[in-house]
């Protein structure tokens, strides 16, 4: 009975580790930002994932068709854009935030696919939840425009990179991922080298690098897959919307990152929004999620 109720666990756990670990390790990519900036940053989270997945997954074992070689690399691009985005939004709007509004891109997909009329609820808690956060009007003006703008762009990135992940989904997952970081990698660490130079090889910076790579990528695709093999697609994708209340509560305890009553409120309907969309339309999954932040 005990080893019944531990193996419904698993999954739940997993995810839940899942999703904390990711934002662990962008909580501890940010502390970087003083010393690298947010493009070295990326560079060294993106690259250093590339290199311990293509060690992990060994993606030169599988043959790749020409067609797929371009699907692939549409693929990487939007993922290197998406992780370049965030990380750029990251320096002047809270981590929570910039996670609920990057949500609206995998959501605006997952809406786009379904017609039934219990959809626009969940489209309509969406609009909320970014009209709230949005630096509209007074209780929001504290937000920097230009955060919101590059969060606003990563999300349309997510929701690219899911369409194109969903064109290698052929491939076996370990294969896509690979191939699709290395892309992303070298899409982004040309940036991070023009910004930051020769500060990206002291000895202490790569060493951080890897531990957030290790941390932000190794781990949760590990136990997204341990999670995925148990769980139904929608109970996959309800689960996974907690991550802009992690993202807050990480940016809260590790970063000192404290949000008005609204931004709350916004994140709570992101939240809402996306487990409801999950949950009627099935948000699409093809890829794991934690490439992301």
């Given at each position: 009975?005990?080893?019944?109720?531990?193996?419904?666990?698993?999954?739940?756990?997993?995810?839940?580790?899942?999703?904390?670990?990711?934002?662990?390790?962008?909580?501890?990519?940010?502390?970087?930002?003083?010393?690298?900036?947010?493009?070295?940053?990326?560079?060294?989270?993106?690259?250093?994932?590339?290199?311990?997945?293509?060690?992990?997954?060994?993606?030169?074992?599988?043959?790749?068709?020409?067609?797929?070689?371009?699907?692939?690399?549409?693929?990487?691009?939007?993922?290197?854009?998406?992780?370049?985005?965030?990380?750029?939004?990251?320096?002047?709007?809270?981590?929570?935030?910039?996670?609920?509004?990057?949500?609206?891109?995998?959501?605006?997909?997952?809406?786009?696919?379904?017609?039934?009329?219990?959809?626009?609820?969940?489209?309509?808690?969406?609009?909320?939840?970014?009209?709230?956060?949005?630096?509209?009007?007074?209780?929001?003006?504290?937000?920097?425009?230009?955060?919101?703008?590059?969060?606003?762009?990563?999300?349309?990135?997510?929701?690219?990179?899911?369409?194109?992940?969903?064109?290698v989904a052929h491939l076996h997952a370990g294969h896509s991922v690979a191939l699709?970081?290395?892309?992303?990698?070298?899409?982004v660490v040309p940036f991070g080298v023009w910004q930051a130079g020769t500060a990206l090889l002291q000895p202490s910076v790569l060493?951080?690098?890897?531990?957030?790579?290790?941390?932000?990528?190794?781990?949760?695709?590990?136990?997204?897959?341990?999670?995925?093999?148990?769980?139904?697609?929608?109970?996959?994708?309800?689960?996974?919307?907690?991550?802009?209340?992690?993202?807050?509560?990480?940016?809260?305890?590790?970063?000192?990152?404290?949000?008005?009553?609204?931004?709350?409120?916004?994140?709570?309907?992101?939240?809402?929004?996306?487990?409801?969309?999950?949950?009627?339309?099935?948000?699409?999954?093809?890829?794991?999620?934690?490439?992301?932040?």
């Amino acid at each position: 009975m005990r080893s019944d109720r531990l193996a419904s666990l698993l999954p739940l756990l997993a995810v839940l580790g899942s999703v904390t670990a990711l934002g662990i390790g962008t909580s501890f990519a940010k502390q970087l930002f003083p010393v690298v900036g947010s493009l070295g940053t990326t560079a060294l989270r993106v690259g250093f994932s590339a290199v311990l997945v293509l060690l992990l997954w060994r993606p030169w074992r599988w043959p790749l068709r020409a067609g797929d070689a371009a699907a692939l690399l549409r693929y990487g691009v939007a993922l290197g854009g998406m992780n370049l985005l965030f990380y750029l939004s990251l320096q002047t709007i809270p981590f929570g935030v910039a996670v609920a509004i990057e949500f609206s891109g995998p959501m605006a997909v997952a809406l786009f696919a379904s017609r039934r009329p219990l959809d626009f609820v969940w489209l309509g808690l969406a609009v909320l939840g970014l009209g709230l956060l949005l630096p509209l009007g007074e209780g929001t003006a504290a937000l920097d425009p230009l955060g919101v703008a590059f969060a606003l762009a990563a999300a349309v990135c997510w929701g690219t990179y899911i369409v194109f992940g969903k064109r290698v989904a052929h491939l076996h997952a370990g294969h896509s991922v690979a191939l699709g970081l290395t892309v992303a990698a070298l899409t982004v660490v040309p940036f991070g080298v023009w910004q930051a130079g020769t500060a990206l090889l002291q000895p202490s910076v790569l060493l951080f690098g890897v531990a957030v790579a290790a941390v932000s990528s190794a781990i949760p695709i590990s136990l997204e897959m341990v999670a995925l093999k148990r769980l139904p697609q929608e109970v996959f994708g309800i689960l996974t919307s907690m991550e802009p209340a992690v993202a807050a509560l990480l940016g809260l305890l590790m970063l000192d990152e404290h949000l008005t009553g609204l931004q709350w409120l916004a994140i709570i309907c992101t939240m809402l929004a996306a487990a409801g969309s999950a949950a009627t339309a099935g948000a699409p999954k093809s890829v794991p999620s934690d490439v992301v932040m």
